[in-house]
């Protein structure tokens, strides 16, 4: 049973343009999660959303910033108009049924903004 | 009240070692107290999780402890070998229907000496 697969792994981006992140949840699982991680911090809650639906967007920034888990597919988070700021290893999770199940995580995208 | 505080940010040990990682939280909703262990360039591991009915949980040489009371729980290593050298993060969940927070710690970095 694969792990969770998040690609691409590295991105470069430019000021202005667009960062799109996959994530391909564990077999089974239909909730992921996405979060942020600056260097030497801890990880910061971005979205959680269940297939085709948005359960909880309360940690992603209201202006360039969207995610979708569509019924077919891997989940995308995508970032429009990139500035320095959003360099950040970017970081997907997948569990089973919800909160109070185990998430497991996926390796990260690691995107820098020049 | 969201924050979850780790402390130390940083931990040497030589092996064999008992290094222990503290967390406090304010908010008396969370539910579910997870441990991760991240190594550098890889996503965080689910390593042990504590619900607030239980004082302790261990799972091989990992333990945690959790004082309801005082809404503080820590990680403790018993025996720590060089392969336990890692970043460790707390998190705080709240998951009452309705609501979804995750909040995690800003991590411990722990080397452990040969």
């Known amino acids: 049973n694969a792990g969770v697969m998040q690609n691409p792994r590295h991105l470069v981006r430019r000021r202005g343009q667009e960062a799109r992140l996959r994530c391909s949840p564990m077999?089974?699982?239909?909730?992921v999660y996405w979060y942020r991680q600056l260097p030497e911090e801890g990880l910061k809650f971005m979205v959680y959303?269940?297939?085709?639906?948005?359960?909880?967007e309360s940690g992603m920034p209201k202006e360039r910033f969207s995610a979708e888990f569509p019924k077919e597919g891997p989940s995308i988070l995508r970032i429009q108009q990139v500035v320095r700021g959003d360099s950040a290893a970017y970081f997907c999770?997948?569990?089973?049924?919800?909160?109070?199940?185990?998430?497991?995580f996926g390796p990260g995208t690691r995107l820098l903004v020049l | 009240q969201q924050q979850v505080k780790q402390s130390p940010q940083s931990l040497i040990v030589q092996k064999g070692g008992i290094p222990i990682i503290n967390c406090a939280y304010e908010?008396?909703?969370?539910?579910?107290f997870p441990w991760y262990q991240q190594f550098p360039g890889k996503g965080p591991a689910l390593l042990i999780a504590?619900?607030?009915?239980?004082s302790e949980k261990k799972e091989g040489r990992f333990t945690i402890s959790f004082n309801k009371s005082a809404k503080q729980f820590s990680l403790h290593i018993m025996d720590s070998q060089p392969g336990d050298s890692a970043t460790y993060f707390c998190?705080?969940?709240?998951?009452?229907?309705?609501?979804?927070?995750?909040?995690f710690g800003t991590g411990t970095r722990l080397k452990v000496l040969a």
């Open positions: 999770a997948s569990a089973q049924q919800g909160p109070q199940e185990t998430q497991y």
């Open positions: 077999k089974g699982h239909s909730h």
């Open positions: 959303l269940q297939k085709e639906n948005i359960i909880d």
């Open positions: 908010n008396t909703a969370f539910d579910y």
């Open positions: 504590i619900r607030p009915d239980v």
């Open positions: 998190a705080a969940i709240q998951t009452t229907s309705g609501t979804y927070k995750y909040i």
